[in-house]
């Protein structure tokens, strides 16, 4: 009988090798997360790809060049190039459970602790979070109720020459013809006056004889303040219960008072419209223009998401003074372009167009010897009769008021053209209001270009056929012929400007307040301080400038500062 032969562990066959333990992801890994590098890389480097070698690109997808959105694919970047290799690493490794499992509780750990103690309160132009202590009350909520003041022996409504009693200036587009300003500030700087903090919101200061006007936000109540000029003492206040805050816009009223004939003229973030007398404060008429054009509150914002901003127009019309605004409606099929109300009674007048607010303002257009009204809408930009509200004329204008929102005003260039400009990468536009012999408003364009004017939140301002702005936050100057840019220069951020004379007021996203000469060949500087001081809030609120005294606010402190002009420095030297 034959023995079984016992199996020698030198003659066993295996059919797989050991493999080596994983420890590290492997090559294919590495190439997923690269992409999402490049990604980052792309997000950090939009604008300036979309003003160069990707133009053509932008052209298609402007959105994708816009410096917010840059950030937020950078963002989206960073975190999956590093978290898939940790997500590998924690699946798929050969360490033991414990090292596999560290560093993600780690990554979701800290984040949490932070959370816990933090909270993103507010962006700026960039998307760039806003941090504060999560427990902690707002600067407006510490602020309390505003005192009522009361007016005195010293104020004064007069109007003088030096009067800036709207939104944007006198004549609305951000010029004022003097006074002629010193144009070296290390040789006279400008001098502070007062500071005083104020309550939150992006509306600018108004000004009429001594006093000044503004909108602000303090805890649960909405205001319309009276300050005086001469010390920033409060003299009067309206107070609304309305708080309109959100973490893209932050929170307060976002529009400019308007002052005409001893009277106030404001409207809240949400809707609530008031004319007020401008000595004492009480109300003389007033809208709620929510409830008037049959919205409520939700409905509003699921179009208008970040408040209503439009500053009132007023239009001295054949038979009487209008205040003119847009309407609004529960729905973007069932909206109203525009509102006109009888300036002394309230009484509404008309109602004109169909198309969705944006977040600009209606101001006036001249063609020949026809005045209109002109109004960004949500994605279009409309021509109406200022006595009627009819819609004379209409274009495209690209936008969507809950996202790629329309912030600038339409410039009257003459002659029939019109400057529109936006951010989010859609650039600058001119085109041409032309009204043939059969009484048919026709639109020509002109030019457009997508690399120019990107004014976000800001608007600009025209001198001698050159147009002065910021270009996501590139300060820069451009012909209003052919949109030929001349110069930029870096390190504004999406901040506002005035033109004065010839010379620009800007005041940076970072507070700073800089000189710069209108000079359409070169950049030149004359100076710059740090106007304004903030924890939280981006400088985005516009600036008025009353004879030689500026007034500046963010949503925190406002102040007053005097500027030297030629006269004075002539006679210091």
Request: charged share 20%.
């Amino acid at each position: 009988m034959t023995e079984p032969v016992e199996s020698s562990p030198t003659h066993e066959t295996s059919t797989s090798q050991d493999r080596p333990p994983r420890l590290f992801p492997p090559l294919r890994t590495w190439l997923f997360s690269g992409i999402f590098v490049l990604l980052a890389l792309f997000g950090q480097s939009a604008i300036e790809l979309g003003d160069g070698p990707l133009a053509s690109v932008r052209d298609m997808a402007p959105l994708l060049f816009d410096g917010a959105v840059g950030n937020v694919m950078t963002l989206i970047g960073v975190f999956f190039a590093f978290f898939i290799p940790l997500i590998w690493f924690t699946l798929f490794s050969d360490w033991n459970l414990s090292v596999r499992l560290l560093p993600m509780a780690c990554v979701l750990l800290a984040p949490a602790i932070f959370f816990s103690v933090f909270r993103i309160v507010h962006v700026d132009g960039e998307m760039k979070p806003i941090f504060a202590y999560r427990f902690a009350q707002s600067a407006d909520q510490q602020l309390g109720a505003l005192d009522g003041g009361g007016a005195t022996d010293g104020d004064s409504t007069n109007s003088t020459e030096h009067d800036f009693p709207q939104f944007l200036g006198p004549d609305r587009n951000l010029k004022l013809a003097g006074p002629a300003l010193a144009g070296d500030w290390n040789a006279t700087p400008p001098q502070e006056v007062w500071r005083r903090p104020i309550g939150a919101g992006w509306s600018g200061f108004v000004v009429v004889g001594d006093l000044a006007y503004t909108m602000e936000q303090r805890g649960p109540s909405e205001y319309v303040s009276c300050y005086r000029v001469a010390d920033g003492e409060p003299v009067w206040n309206f107070k609304h219960d309305a708080r309109h805050e959100t973490v893209l816009g932050y929170v307060g009223p976002r529009s400019t008072p308007l002052v005409h004939n001893g009277k106030v003229y404001a409207v809240g973030a949400t809707g609530n419209l008031v004319c007020l007398d401008s000595v004492t404060g009480d109300v003389i008429w007033r809208h709620d223009l929510l409830a008037e054009f049959n919205t409520t509150q939700a409905q509003f914002d699921g179009i208008v998401a970040w408040g209503r901003a439009g500053s009132p127009l007023l239009y001295e019309g054949k038979e009487r003074a209008l205040i003119i605004l847009p309407a609004g409606g529960p729905t973007r099929k069932e909206s109203t372009t525009l509102v006109a109300y009888d300036a002394q009674s309230g009484e509404q007048v008309w109602t004109g167009g169909e198309q969705p607010m944006s977040y600009a303002s209606p101001s006036l257009f001249q063609l020949g010897d026809e005045t209109q009204i002109m109004t960004v809408n949500e994605s279009t930009v409309s021509g109406h009769n200022p006595e009627t509200g009819k819609q004379l004329w209409i274009t495209d204008w690209a936008g969507d008021s809950s996202g790629a929102a329309t912030c600038s005003q339409p410039v009257d260039l003459g002659g029939g053209r019109i400057l529109v400009s936006k951010g989010y990468g859609q650039g600058a536009r001119v085109f041409a209001i032309e009204k043939p012999a059969d009484d048919k408003y026709e639109v020509q364009d002109v030019w457009s270009d997508g690399r120019l004017l990107k004014t976000k939140f800001t608007n600009v301002a025209v001198k001698d056929g050159f147009i002065y702005g910021l270009n996501d936050g590139i300060l820069e100057c451009v012909t209003a012929a052919d949109g030929e840019r001349t110069w930029r220069e870096r390190g504004f951020g999406h901040g506002q400007l005035l033109m004065v004379g010839d010379q620009l007021l800007v005041m940076t996203e970072e507070g700073e307040l800089v000189l710069v000469a209108a000079n359409p060949d070169a950049y030149q500087e004359g100076g710059r301080i740090q106007a304004l001081e903030s924890e939280i809030s981006p400088n985005w609120n516009n600036l008025c400038l009353t004879g030689d005294l500026l007034l500046v606010r963010n949503a925190e402190q406002a102040a007053c500062y005097r500027l030297a002009t030629r006269e004075q420095s002539d006679i210091d030297k």
